[in-house]
């Protein structure tokens, strides 16, 4: 039984390596890219010392805003996709509710994220330059995870219009999937 979304990603990877897993208009990635950079993205946000916490995620929809998200997972944290349509006054407000240490944006967007708040920003082109450790093991990064850690955040405007979080569970999107 599974106990972390990321097991999907990981068996999905093993069973189907050269398959797409995301497309966007900039390009494709395959399931062994995907969980490649997540093993990447995870060791950046580790070595920030960043554990079971949110972290925001300023990257427009595609492939850097999945990688994103499965390298949080993959690290034991839980993202909170930014909306970088939104106005940057509704992203502060987000962010201060969230009190999250770090921010993961694409080059498009640090500078209005570096503006914006003071917190530590990871760029994601910057961090998938590098390779994954050559023996990177999931059950190694998952092993003090339970089903039950946040696997992301969803903000609402609320009935009064200030933003309020969702938090959502493996288990709740594990339940759903299965």
């Not at 998938?128 to 089903?147: G, R």
């Not at 609320?158 to 594990?174: D, L």
Request: hydrophobic content about 40%.
């Amino acid at each position: 039984m599974q106990k972390n979304v990321i097991e999907y990603l990981v068996a999905t990877a093993a069973k189907y390596p050269q398959k797409n897993a995301v497309q966007d208009s900039m390009g494709s990635i395959t399931f062994s890219e995907l969980l490649r950079s997540a093993y990447v993205i995870a060791d950046e946000i580790k070595a920030n010392g960043v554990w079971k916490s949110p972290i925001g995620v300023y990257i427009p929809k595609g492939c850097h805003m999945v990688q994103a998200f499965a390298g949080i997972n993959m690290s034991g944290n839980f993202y909170v996709p930014l909306d970088t349509k939104s106005p940057d006054t509704r992203i502060l407000s987000i962010l201060n509710v969230l009190e999250s240490d770090v921010i993961i944006t694409d080059k498009e967007h640090e500078e209005q994220v570096m503006k914006m708040c003071d917190k530590q920003v990871i760029v994601i082109e910057d961090v998938l330059q590098n390779q994954p450790k050559a023996d990177a093991n999931a059950e190694e990064y998952l092993k003090d995870q339970i089903d039950t850690d946040p696997v992301y955040s969803i903000f609402t405007s609320g009935s009064t219009g200030t933003p309020k979080g969702v938090v959502v569970s493996h288990r709740g999107v594990i339940d759903y999937l299965d």
